[in-house]
């Protein structure tokens, strides 16, 4: 979808869905006008509406009238291309399934699969929706071009947070408006109390985990696993994978390493930091460790440098996670337990749970296939930006990086030069 840059857009009908929360589809829909596309958007809260409030309809029903409603939008619009944040939302789920009932194209924005400098913009669908091939052979046999150096995006935390807040307000401020519509997520002006418990706890924990990162990179390196933890409403444990919970996580890796793991080697558990406001997992780990005679050997940690991490473990045990792309980048043996796009032989281990405890340190990930993997993944499936924070790209509205369209005077046909950067200027359309 991205590999012509916007110019996969010219004269088609895009409908937008749900966005990240800001005004990231705003600014999209300038770009695409720019590509030559017409575009129109569906608002479903006072947060959709407030962030893009005009060229847009209103769905005020029940959600069990959304299918019906989409389908006329389609139709009366008729629309080529579905964008959407994320492909498991209740409504996107929906909108997914009437697509390919229309042969409708949809592309799927996510969170980057490579951060902190990029975002996912793929078809079909995203994570374990995904259409990334997931066989070696298809890698090996092919050759793939390294891309330009990313544009570096700093900072983006607090301009997420800020349009979180925005985002909120609008949602309870036109609620009356909207009063059927169901979040995927708590929906509430109480969430500002999660973020200020988690603001609360990352100052506490730094204080009580002081000294930590020295032993794990002086005198247990080598010596640990680590186990990245991942938001609890993520749906990549609800959908993609078969713990249903975190919790459930937890307990099935420490139960394995306790049975399985040399008695020399510790266990490190990593809090998510999105999720340090909503959730503390110490009851239950320190209740795991007496069960199952694990004291002085598991741990639980919190915002310790994560690449330093990774640099001294014997192995990594994931859900799925961004962090497996880390973990691959470092060179670290990676245990998949859910559905990965990045879950294939020669980069992870096959073999079980029980057996990665005790094979892990002789396992060898294949670097000429995650050379070739990861830059077929950016090539794909990645745009260089934010969507909370715009990167400074002339003529980029967005401010992501899309592949620049080059225009063949010969045949009028769009070419695939790949540039970092637009002309300075939009011209007024394309030639």
């Known amino acids: 979808m991205i590999s012509q840059g916007l110019g996969a ?4 009908r895009v409908l937008l869905l749900q966005s990240p929360v800001g005004p990231f589809f705003r600014r999209l829909a300038d770009d695409l006008r720019w590509a030559g596309a017409q575009v129109c958007k569906i608002n479903f809260n006072g947060g959709d509406t407030l962030f893009y409030p005009r060229d847009a309809v209103s769905f005020r029903g029940r959600p069990d009238e959304w299918p019906e409603f989409l389908r006329q939008v389609l139709q009366e619009r008729d629309i080529d291309v579905i964008l959407m944040f994320g492909d498991c939302r209740p409504v996107h789920r929906v ?33 374990g929706h995904s259409q990334m091939p997931r066989s070696p052979l ?108 975190v919790e459930r996580f937890i307990r099935y890796v420490i139960r394995s390493f306790a049975n399985h793991a040399d008695s020399g080697v510790h266990l490190v558990i990593k809090h998510h930091p999105m999720d340090r406001g909503y959730h503390d997992y110490h009851a239950l ?38 962090v497996g792309l880390s973990a691959l980048y470092h060179d670290t043996p990676l245990k998949v337990c859910g559905a990965a796009i990045y879950d294939m032989p020669g980069l992870t281990f096959r073999g079980s749970l029980k057996e990665f405890w005790g094979r892990a340190a002789a396992f060898r990930i294949d670097r ?38 080059v ?25």
């Open 368 to 405: 000429e296939l995650w050379r070739r993997f990861r830059n077929h993944l950016v090539s794909h499936t990645q745009l260089n930006g934010n969507f909370y924070k715009r990167l400074h790209v002339p003529g980029s509205t967005s401010g992501l990086v899309w592949p620049r369209v």
């Open 9 to 12: 857009f010219r004269g088609k």
């Open 285 to 322: 780990i320190r209740k795991c460790a007496v069960e199952h005679g694990l004291k002085g050997r598991l741990h639980y940690v919190h915002d310790i440098h994560l690449p330093t991490l990774l640099q001294h473990a014997r192995g990594v045990v994931v859900v799925n996670s961004t």
């Open 407 to 431: 225009v063949n005077a010969s045949t009028k046909a769009l070419a695939g030069e790949s540039l970092p950067l637009y002309p300075a200027e939009k011209p007024t359309s394309l030639p």
């Open 95 to 127: 909108a997914r399934q009437v697509a390919n009932q229309r042969g409708i194209e949809v592309g799927v924005f996510e969170e980057g699969y490579i951060r902190p400098h990029y975002v996912t913009l793929e078809r079909y669908g995203v994570n």
């Open 138 to 245: 298809f890698y090996l046999n092919r050759e793939f071009s390294s891309q330009p150096p990313a544009l570096e995006v700093k900072d983006a935390f607090w301009a997420s947070a800020r349009w979180a807040i925005v985002y909120y307000l609008a949602c309870a401020v036109g609620k009356p408006l909207y009063r059927h519509y169901r979040h995927h997520r708590t929906l509430s002006l109480l969430e500002v109390y999660p973020w200020l418990r988690g603001f609360g706890r990352k100052w506490v924990f730094g204080f009580l985990q002081r000294g930590i990162a020295a032993r794990l990179t002086r005198e247990l390196s080598g010596q640990f696993f680590l186990v990245p933890l991942q938001v609890h409403n993520d749906a990549q444990i609800l959908t993609h994978s078969g713990f249903d919970t």
